[in-house]
Nanobody, 119 residues
Framework: QVQLVESGGGSVQPGGSLRLSCAASGSIFSFNSMGWSRQAPGKQRELVATVTTSGYTHYAQSVEGRVTISKDNAKNTVYLAMNSLEPEDTAVYYC?????????????WGQGTQVTVSS
């Protein structure tokens, strides 16, 4: 059973920074990709950033230039560094790990960590 444990959320003022961590219970080499999604109150969950096994990264347009996803294979951990945070970034952030491809893709999810950006 895959377990993903997020940490690093919290409350910051606009313009602040946070770094989220997602520790996987097994080797992250077993996943095709890992990433972060977020869900704000009353809104659908949206993809924030993803990184593949080969290191390819993709970001949502809303966070491009402010967010960096990275991974430490030795620690089986994926990180999300967020800078210049805005109130619109307030959401529960979920880490995921994907196996399979296309219609056969399956994502494991973490329990989520709250990020609140407010003055």
């Amino acid at each position: 059973q895959v377990q993903l444990v997020e940490s690093g959320g919290g409350s910051v003022q606009p313009g602040g920074s946070l770094r989220l961590s997602c520790a996987a219970s097994g080797s992250i080499f077993s996943f095709n990709s890992m990433g972060w999604s977020r869900q704000a109150p009353g809104k659908q969950r949206e993809l924030v950033a993803t990184v593949t096994t080969s290191g390819y990264t993709h970001y949502a347009q809303s966070v491009e230039g402010r967010v960096t996803i990275s991974k430490d294979n030795a620690k089986n951990t994926v990180y999300l560094a967020m800078n210049s945070l805005e109130p619109e970034d307030t959401a529960v952030y979920y880490c995921y790990a994907a196996v399979g491809y296309g219609a056969n893709e399956y994502k494991y999810w973490g329990q989520g960590t709250q990020v609140t950006v407010s003055s």
